[in-house]
């Protein structure tokens, strides 16, 4: 089966018409004065958004994904390294923040993107460079988040009681601590799984997620330690900064922009710049690793543990390394939820957690600190705007009482139906050569493909014209989008898989090995018991 | 295959084996446990004022026992499964799970709908369930076919962990569909069997265990033997029979498998119908049991099944029977025995089931019955 | 390859944006939208999406006076997924939506505690239907509001019940360690326990279908009464297989029990069981039998607990926003609605009579004892009410007591 078409076989070439441009962007100039453009297009887009107009959520969706992607696209252009900085030094720290503070959801967004982003990252370490597969990672970022939460909850715990609470200003230097804690409950977890492989480590881990949860749920009694299924509140934050608030007043009434509350934007710019600041530690720190002996003795481990062993790799000790690189990382993220959320129950740390962060992994790319960040950006996006604002949209358009008018529906119906048969007669193409062959007809592939579609198109095309209007308000509440996002989530994940195995932005290293070991099996469609 | 000589050599190889080694397992399990709660209950006499541990193991072991076998045959027949898949494919196949909730649902389609004939009561008991469980199995095998079809083939020689967030995505999918599904056409959420209709699958059966009377429930005893007899067919199909053997040849080596003119897809599709329809079956059968299914009723069992795999030694098809007996016999101790001590209950049943397992994976990381991993050098 | 896509997606974006702008008609009326946030995918979407549903309904019968006043009100209904990340997320999303006054949700305390800190501090005000947790109101938060009852008080009210049957020694409870389920189960523990009863065992458990490991040591500590602390789906299923296992005792319950499903799924085995509700049976509150017939007119299928306090609350906060709207004589600021919610007083509601106190919980709770009559799920309504109490809310004791002492 083919997966991935190429433009030449398409019959039509799309290439063609962008070759130009595509030559042009090699240009340095051309290509940051592109970027610039970009990044302006969007910043203007998404400031001029107004929420009373019936299409912003569709607007919000398509406009703010292509913002936070944009370091992405930076890192990939051909340009000299310092302007690349440059670029996404201007886009986190002037363009997202002003975006943010015309419309403050954007600052929740961006800031649950840096904790997912954290945590894909430490992940990343366990499963992506060491290969230990890890279906618990969540209670690691519950231990952290625990961590502040207890010391700082107002809750009646045995913390508060016995007067142990600590002030809001020791906040960074539980940000430490969490890192310390988490990476001890690492070891802990790394110490009796350390003969384990494979799907055998998956479900002592999950185990592990598992009962941790369990341990938040019940230790509230006979000593209340975590509050149980209530959970925390009021948990502390760091104090604000006064000249973050100033700051932030003075740039909103300089460039006319209602202020709506200083306070707590200030409180989430706060929150913001703390998270920014801890994914760019976890990424630098995952960057050295990576490329360090750890790193390489981490990928012999993953690629082969005899052979590793043999070399002379240390193997208790690096897997315990990666355990508790990734739990550090999952613990001072963990204290920046706490704290940002200023409330922790053990909703927050369920099965479906770990597989997310899991999913956003292998999604991104695994091995790759690229991918994994991508792989964050991109499932968050989905989970928390794209789909969100896509349900909204809907319902907007309900309440406006809009009709899709019946050339819209057509056309519509057209290219989805037409797609779907296009990509059937691609697939069925060798069958239906034989057939005409069987005919005595000699066709190839382009002409036979033209004989068979054309005619299914206009059939296509005459019924959909006949279809009538569509009015919103038909719509049956069985089928609420807002119902169906996980659906919709779930299918995507699948798509994504089949159409980019590799992961969204394949580590070109990781590429390489796979590319290898299809080639070596190409006509057997097994897996080669690679781990 | 062994040739088979004679039909007494047959019978043992493919019924008395199976069905002794079950029994084995049954036994050893509940020996286990009967004998940890009576240790138990000589270490802590009275772990609360006013109950004496004794007397009330005495009550409620035979209940106890008899929940954990149907409840382990239901782990088993789940766990299978994913330990056929993971024989041939090594990966976990995490929809496996919502294949199992699929069945449950197939099999209140064809009850209601047998019921809303009005004829349901007519029917002999056993070819009712028969006619149930075999929709269930037909259904949710074509479905694991289906699975595999779409999500999982295209993704053949991509790293490991690839098929598995697809099985993910398969997973959120399923049930919010079979939600979306039952929305549309039932308007129901909570499916109930209609089980109240037959006065001989509501009615307890008491048994008499000394001076206690245990109410054995007729659909845990559907539960035992149905399972008895799938296991003892499957344990034919995948040992006795050509197709099994194509099966058994894939998992070994798929390459050297497709060498030999094994059509190895075939065989592929094959397990994912077998273990489809397993669960499927598995599905059907404990939402009799239990009365009540929704589309979000495979998640807990699936999880347990697949640690019953991996406890019994994933890969292993009589490590799935036996990790699946084992942890059904532990989770129903667990249950009875931690109530009575304070501080501890039984929300702490899952610490401790994984616990074991982790004690369990210590000693032996491949679980109970599973081979040392391959060692390439 | 990368920059062919990227302006091939680009290209799309705008032809999509081109579009669907002709998907936009007119608007003249100012526009109000009322929010509500509850679970509407995921297991718990049933109880989410009726409580969603009782929203639309009321928004469609109730917005008429605010409609002749030139409003046009707009339901704008989220999916929190029960999930406190996506709750917040979606928080501060409508906070940014000027048009949106009020809030009704959410289902899961977990949920509802973050996001009504971001809510408040855009003085957006929110209108709990189902979140009984006492800390939920507790924090003292101006724009957070609850038309349920409290655990606190629901918890016990049923302990009593049981000690006052005088039948009743021992009880055993379960809960199902949500913060709900657990919470209420505690309270009751701990009025169980004062009243005299003994209390054989406590436990929570997360199985939503097979009880039959929960139920063996319940049978050989034989208590005279189970508590149950938790949803219909959970305590019906449970107690049909409890009886079937040959449990004989009286069942008790919080008002999640309290939907006509309950005795879909216990059928027989549910008969008799006793259930705590803050919502009168519809047998003593004709409104409350309109609101069934209704629901179950548009929808096709019978409201789940909560749905009529979600109806409610609506119901409050559409009034509290035509009255402020009366008074500012345009689209009024949140912080006016809000004090205006607060101030609620005598509304005459499905669920009973609603007076919000200082801090938001129903100025005086009625707590009715209700038993199941009958396994046919269309006679729900005509369960038998055995007993009605009104219970001050705390704050109101509190503040009784000062001026009293």
Redesign the interface.
Known sequence: MTTQPTSSENGFSLGALFRPLRQALQNPVIAGIALIVYLIFWYLILSSLSRQDPLFPLKSMLAFPPLVLFPFLVIGAKLDGRFKALLILAVLFIVIPLVGMYDSSYFELVIQICIFSGLALGLNIVVGFAGLLDLGYVAFFAVGAYLWAMYTSNVDTWFKINDLLVPASSFYLFLFFGIIVAAIGGITLGLPVLRLRGDYLAIVTLGFGEVIRILAVNANSPTNFTNGSQGLDGVARPPSLPFLTELITRVETSLGIPINNAQSLSQQALFYIIAILIVALIIVIARRLDNSPIGRAWTAIREDEVAAIAMGVPLVRMKLLAFAMGASFAGIIGVLYASKQSFVSPESFSLNQSIGILAMVIVGGIGGIRGALFGACVVTLLNLQVLKNFSLQINNWKNIDAVIPSWLVALLVFAVVGYVLFLVVRALTPLLISLARRLNQNFNAQQIRVIVLVPLLIVVAINALQLPSFRFDDWPTQLEPAKYERLVFGVLLVVMMIFRPSGLLPEPRRKMEMQESKSTQASVPANGGKE | MVSVRSTTDWLYRYVVFPVGQMLIFIIGAGLVVSVLAYLLAFLFPEPRPN?ILVD?IN??LP??LI?GV??GFVYAMIALGYTLV?GV????NFAHSEIFMFGSVIGFEVMRRLDDTGYMQGWNPILLVAFIVLWAMLLSGLLAVLIER??Y??????????????A??????????V??FQ??TR????L?YPT?DLPWL?N?IPLAFGET?V?V?VT?IIIIVAAVLMLVAMNYFVNGTKLGKGIRAVSQD??TA?LMGIN??YMISLTFFVGGSFGGAAGAL?GM??????P??G???G?KA??AA?LGG?GNVTGALLGGLALGMI??FL???L??FP?L???????FA??V??LI??FR???LLGER????? | MRTKRFVVFTLLLVVALALSATLVSAQDAKVIKIASQTPLSGPQSVLGSSMSNAVALAVEQLSGPLAEAGYKVEYVPFDDQATPDVGVANANNLVNDPAILAVIGHLNSGVAIPSSEVYDQFNLVMISPANTNPRITNRGLTTVNRVCGRDDLQGPTGARFLAGLGTVSSVYVLHDTTAYGQGVAEFFRVEAEAQGMTVLGFEGTTEAANFEGVIQPILALAPDAIYFGGIYSQTGIFINQARAAGFSGIFMGPDGTDSSEFAQLSGEAGVGTYYTSVAGPASIYPNAAQFVADYNAKFGEDPQPFAAQSYDATAIALNAILEAATIAGDVPSRAAVASVVRSTTGYEGLTGTVTFDAYGDPEVGLYYVIQVGSSDPAAWGGNTLLETLEIPSPFKVLSDSMMGG
């Open positions: 109950i009330q009550r409620q209940g106890m929940a149907s409840l993971y494919l090594k990966f976990i779409i999500a083939r295209p993704l053949r020689g991509a790293p490991r962990l690839v098929p598995l967030i697809s993910i995505g398969v997973s959120l999918f399923l049930t919010d569909a939600r979306a929305a549309i308007n129901e959420f909570n109930t109240i509501k307890p009377t109410n429930r845990s798929m390459s497709s190895v897809n404990f049991n239990v009365g009540t299914v929704t979000f009723v998640f807990i069992p999880i697949f640690t991996v994933i989770e129903s249950n009875g025995i109530v009575y501080a209950g039984q929300r702490y049943t899952d610490v994984f616990s397992l982790i994976l210590i990381p491949s679980g991993v391959d060692e390439k050098v």
